[in-house]
């Protein structure tokens, strides 16, 4: 059985006074019946780690131990400060920064190192959704993204189709679960059915308190990775609540 994941990116959001935020999710949830965890920028990280009793999450890392990388920041240093996960390749990174799928996967192979929960986003473009590639796309980042030695506590893969992230577009539900019941299935055949079936696999993108109870009804869902409404509680503390009941 696999336990819910309600995952919360805040991107480059956040002075400290934004932490209230998670005070407030706290209150509401002093006893969540799924995973809750909090990816706030770098600089609230370690704050949040000690603060917050949910878990805590960073948005990068650097595929390296330690080094000469100015402004870099490395998966051990985020767990020497209190983080349990962090997001790697994450569409908005993949296009910045030109990040391929062979950096993501080194950047989650040095998370799971860490002893860190590696969370490998991976989505289409519209142009590629509408020239039929999407699962092309996804089976190509999912093979080049997640390293070997992956297991059910290691690794989450997100499914973000980046035409639907801020923009409040959502792939229908069929959609959605065509996908899911694809990325399991090419688990399933390169893990086993053991790790295959305890990974979980999120759903990202324009998710809102609005939408979360029927995405949450598709099979292989297993939470949700959320940028702009996990920044309120009072957007986050609905999606929990839905993820509850699912
Ligand atoms: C994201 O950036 O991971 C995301 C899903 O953003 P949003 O929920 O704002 O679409």
Redesign the pocket.
């Known amino acids: 059985m696999r336990r819910k994941l309600a995952a919360g990116?805040w991107?480059m959001n956040g002075l400290s006074g934004q932490l209230t935020e998670l005070e407030a999710l706290a209150e509401a949830h002093p006893k969540p019946a799924v995973d809750v965890l909090i990816c706030p920028p770098v600089t609230l990280l370690a704050t949040a780690a000690r603060q917050c009793p949910f878990d805590i999450g960073a948005q990068d890392c650097h595929a390296n131990a330690s080094g000469a990388h100015t402004g870099d920041v490395s998966a051990e240093m985020l767990r020497d400060v209190g983080a349990k996960a962090v997001?790697v390749g994450?569409?908005?990174r993949r296009e910045s920064y030109d990040e391929h799928s062979d950096i993501v996967r080194a950047k989650a192979r040095a998370a799971q190192q860490a002893g860190l929960m590696a969370i490998v986003?991976m989505g289409e473009s519209l142009a590629q959704r509408e020239a039929q590639n999407t699962l092309d796309i996804i089976g190509g980042q999912l093979a080049g993204s997640v390293p070997d030695n992956a297991t059910a506590e290691n690794l989450v893969i997100?499914y973000?189709p980046i035409w639907?992230?801020?923009?409040g577009l959502v792939p229908s539900l069929a959609q959605i679960g065509e996908v899911h019941g694809f990325i399991r299935a090419r688990l399933e055949r390169r893990f086993g059915a053991g790790v295959g079936r305890g990974v979980r696999i999120l759903y990202?993108?324009?998710?809102?308190p609005d939408n979360a109870a029927e995405i949450f009804q598709v099979p292989d869902v297993d939470g949700?990775?959320?940028?702009?409404?996990?920044l309120k509680a009072a957007d986050f503390s609905p999606i929990i609540n839905a993820l509850e009941g699912a």
């Open positions: 990116n991107k997001i994450h569409s908005e986003c997100a973000e639907a992230i801020g923009t990202g993108g324009s998710v809102k949700a990775l959320v940028g702009g409404a996990s």
